[in-house]
């Protein structure tokens, strides 16, 4: 009796069983490859969608003063008009600046060889290697490599066109959520019971106030970082200020690290400007006005945000950047902010559903006032 009943406990699995468990292996395996090979578009919805997000707040203050589709076409016609005006100010000084650097190249070569035949041993080190020849014979050459050169800017411009054609996509996705976003929220909410329609509806605001408002705040935390460091670099002399106020702006919006790379680089170019006297001013100041930006203009700005603990920043920025670059580490906080949103509205949900419904306390019932005071009298 027993050996039928411990036969009966380790029967095989069935046929059917079994073939269940590898067509379910082999349908997660399809799935994952699929959104492997749809990463680029999916990393573009992404990003559209942290957009929408953002101009949500420009185009429903525009569209009290007028109709829906106006304040549409505005708030991203001065948003298109942006990249625009970063170009006339990065692109016209660097061309100029490369276009002397060529032009003056063959005298920095001549005047470091004057140099070196003023010293002994420099100019022996030079007579052994033959380093000021090799150089002037390099200076002469590049006005013949203007094809590699030209080459060269061919290639940069097939991959500058790619990533206009990725923003123009990123752009369109991004206004046709925004037209739409009304409309899907009251399909999306439609379908959810009535008992969590609120909840869910509550958690979509706050998810989308936190990312408006950490992205309206790091903007905001950016353009004071490029004008600051505008000004600074304009009374020390430092050359390219506005091209390297740009790039100070636009490291600036890179969380934890990107002040900081900023500040190194200006700090090299004012090396080759005025060294030791710039690059200790700049250095001070660069010092001085990450404290001022970490322990005043961030917390005032950020206030609507979420607070997220360091540790949380710094690993989402670095899974953000390993998974999409720097736009990646961009959006690192936004997503992080929506999930600990999610995360804390869902363990409020489960509470509420833990604690036992107490049916609030009746009127105590009282005797009547003839039972009270007994049997009348006879």
């Given at each position: 009796m027993s050996s039928m009943s411990s036969t009966s406990v380790s029967d095989p699995l069935s046929p059917r069983t079994v073939l269940r468990t590898v067509l379910i292996v082999l349908l997660v395996v399809l799935a994952v490859y699929i959104l492997?090979?749809?990463?680029?578009?999916?990393?573009?919805?992404?990003?559209?969608?942290?957009?929408?997000?953002?101009?949500?707040?420009?185009?429903?203050?525009?569209?009290?003063?007028?109709?829906?589709?106006?304040?549409?076409t505005i708030a991203y016609l001065i948003l298109l008009l942006v990249p625009v005006g970063i170009a006339a100010i990065v692109v016209p000084p660097v061309v100029r600046g490369a276009n002397n650097l060529v032009d003056d190249l063959p005298g920095y070569v001549t005047d470091l060889q004057d140099w070196?035949?003023?010293?002994?041993?420099?100019?022996?080190?030079?007579?052994?290697?033959?380093?000021?020849?090799?150089?002037?014979?390099?200076?002469?050459?590049?006005?013949?490599?203007?094809?590699?050169?030209?080459?060269?800017?061919?290639?940069?411009?097939?991959?500058l066109v790619n990533s206009v054609f990725q923003a123009l996509?990123?752009?369109?996705?991004s206004i046709f959520m925004v037209g739409g976003a009304r409309r899907w929220r009251a399909r999306v909410l439609a379908t959810i019971p009535d008992d969590r329609r609120d909840r869910v509806e509550r958690l979509m605001d706050n998810i989308a106030s936190a990312i408006g408002s950490f992205i309206a705040g790091a903007l905001a935390q950016a353009v004071i970082a490029g004008i600051s460091t505008f000004i600074v670099l304009k009374i020390l002399g430092v050359p390219f200020a506005a091209p390297l106020a740009v790039l100070t702006a636009f490291f600036d919006l890179i969380p934890l690290v990107g002040a900081t790379?900023?500040?190194?680089?200006?700090?090299?170019?004012t090396v080759f400007n005025d060294f030791p006297t710039a690059t200790i001013i700049w250095t001070i100041w660069a010092v001085v006005y990450q404290q001022v930006e970490n322990t005043v203009i961030q917390p005032r700005i950020q206030s609507k945000a979420v607070n997220i603990p360091g540790f949380f920043i710094l690993v989402s920025v670095l899974f953000g950047s390993a998974l999409f670059g720097i736009a990646g580490a961009l959006l690192a906080i936004p997503v992080a902010?929506?999930?600990?949103?999610?995360?804390?509205?869902?363990?409020?949900?489960?509470?509420?559903?833990?604690?036992?419904?107490?049916?609030?306390?009746?009127?105590?019932?009282?005797?009547p006032p003839d039972a009270a005071a007994g049997p009348a009298p006879a």
């Open positions: 492997y090979r749809l990463r680029k578009p999916i990393s573009w919805i992404v990003l559209a969608t942290f957009l929408a997000i953002a101009m949500s707040g420009p185009v429903n203050l525009l569209e009290r003063h007028m109709r829906r589709g106006f304040a549409i070196v035949n003023k010293n002994p041993k420099l100019k022996k080190f030079d007579q052994d290697y033959d380093i000021t020849a090799k150089l002037q014979k390099e200076a002469g050459k590049l006005p013949s490599k203007a094809g590699t050169a030209a080459s060269t800017l061919a290639d940069i411009g097939v991959g996509t990123i752009f369109i996705l790379i900023a500040a190194i680089v200006v700090g090299i170019v902010a929506s999930l600990l949103i999610t995360v804390q509205e869902y363990l409020e949900y489960r509470r509420e559903l833990a604690e036992p419904a107490h049916d609030p306390p009746g009127p105590t019932a009282q005797p």
